[in-house]
């Protein structure tokens, strides 16, 4: 079964509307998540780690204050895109590990955001 | 990070297996070779990772050069569900950030 969990599955949305996505690990806990965003016939592009506790950390290009990251506890992260327009319309993806070194991520199913 | 080369696009007969190249000859000593997969509008999936022997699980099996700097996932018997895009990618054993970079991976056709 799904050891990362992510919703929701599918988004659309209005021109302006600010969107919600939660990433939860389901069976262990995750000091730290990952945020990707992936366009059509592209690779998935990091976007940003998520460090439960602190601030996130966020890759070059990516706005913080559009994207909202929050990493409350052990075993949930949230990404929220704010006043999101078109051009944000991509599928957003969440992954995380137990922590430790080499263990593999564990990835969720996605979010795809579709604005209109 | 270290990078990864890979062919674009592979197709495969069904029940036939598949060799799935990756050249990484910038790999340091440190360096885990890791492959992930991406189904058609799903996330990635753990799929095999080693760093010098060769790897077996139930999903594949993983080929490491003994210079390391190439590697084969084989697939022993390619089904139709086993389509999708595979990443090579190279992971810091020291990273304690745990994040991946992903390349363009290699597309795997599989014909009935």
């Known amino acids: 079964g799904a050891v990362v969990s992510q919703h929701p599955s599918w988004v659309i949305c209005k021109s302006g509307t600010s969107v919600k996505i939660e990433c939860r690990s389901l069976d262990f806990q995750a000091t730290t998540m990952f945020w990707y965003r992936q366009f059509p016939k592209q690779s998935l592009m990091l976007m940003a780690t998520?460090?439960?506790?602190?601030?996130?950390?966020?890759e070059q290009g990516v706005e913080k204050d559009k994207f909202l990251i929050n990493h409350a506890s052990l075993t949930l992260s949230t990404l929220t895109v704010t006043s999101a327009h078109p051009e944000d319309s991509s599928f957003y993806i969440c992954?995380?590990?137990?922590?430790?070194?080499?263990?593999?991520?564990?990835f969720g199913d996605g979010t795809r955001l579709s604005i209109l | 990070d270290a990078k990864t080369t890979q062919p674009n696009s592979m197709e495969s007969n069904e029940e036939e297996p598949v060799h799935l190249p990756c050249n990484h000859s910038?790999?340091?000593?440190?360096?885990?070779i890791h492959w992930y997969r991406q189904l058609p509008s799903q996330g990635p999936e753990y799929v095999i990772h080693g760093l010098t022997s060769n790897v077996n699980n139930r999903m594949a099996s993983l080929a490491i050069a003994e210079d390391r700097k190439s590697s084969t996932l084989i697939l022993h018997r390619a089904t139709l569900r086993d389509a999708a895009v595979y990443y090579c990618i190279l992971r810091e054993s020291n990273n304690a950030g745990n994040m991946l970079t992903f390349g363009g991976g290699t597309r795997l056709m599989v014909k009935p």
């Open positions: 998520s460090n439960e506790g602190s601030k996130a950390t966020y």
């Open positions: 910038t790999i340091s000593g440190t360096d885990y």
């Open positions: 992954s995380a590990s137990p922590g430790v070194s080499n263990q593999p991520q564990h």
